[in-house]
């Protein structure tokens, strides 16, 4: 049965966040909210998260899973970028973006794409998501609550505790937080391909 944690959305109890944070860090799966909508997260090294993920959503091993990172500094020991690239996405975060890079070592393998070696990342504006990094320390393995043959996200924190009980370790609920999943932007050539318009405006990468 899954744990469920309410808190403030502008002012997160410190105490709620920090048993979130080891819970991850003792190998839980949780849905937290973001500046775009509700997303499943764990460890970045977590075999067994991951695994519970692919199976919640229905995904395939070509899915590009994300690394929701607290910042720039962050972000950058995980994906290469050259300047052109680093100044655009360098622009648009914090936001409600996800940008699909090339890896580095300190990606594991099997969140890579298997044939372009690539991976998503993103800086959430969002403060509960936010104060969740910096209290874990590290960035989290995530993916868009969607759940298969559904066409939008789960976005109220007791209908996610009520349907994915058995399948995910907690939920952290900060209040609505909107169903339109980040928009997708892939870099990996160098030039911007928008791969999925969401809540990030396109214009900018047009």
Known sequence: MAKYFDVHPENPQRRTITSVADLIRSGALVAYPTDSCFALGCRVGDRDGLARIRSIRGLDD?????????????????????????RAVKAATPGSYTFILPGTKEVPRQLLHPKKKTVGVRIPDHVVTQTLLAEL?????????????????LTQGWEIKERLDHVVDAVLDSGDCGTEPTTVIDF???????????????????
């Open 188 to 206: 990996s050539s160098g030039e911007p391909e928008i791969v999925r318009e969401g809540a990030g405006d396109t214009s900018r990468f047009a």
């Open 62 to 86: 070509r899915h590009h899973f994300t690394l929701v990172c607290q910042n720039f500094a962050q972000l950058g020991q995980f994906v290469r970028l050259d300047n052109d690239v680093f």
């Open 137 to 153: 320390g590290e960035p989290l393995l995530s993916s868009t609550l969607l759940l298969p043959g559904e066409e939008e996200p």
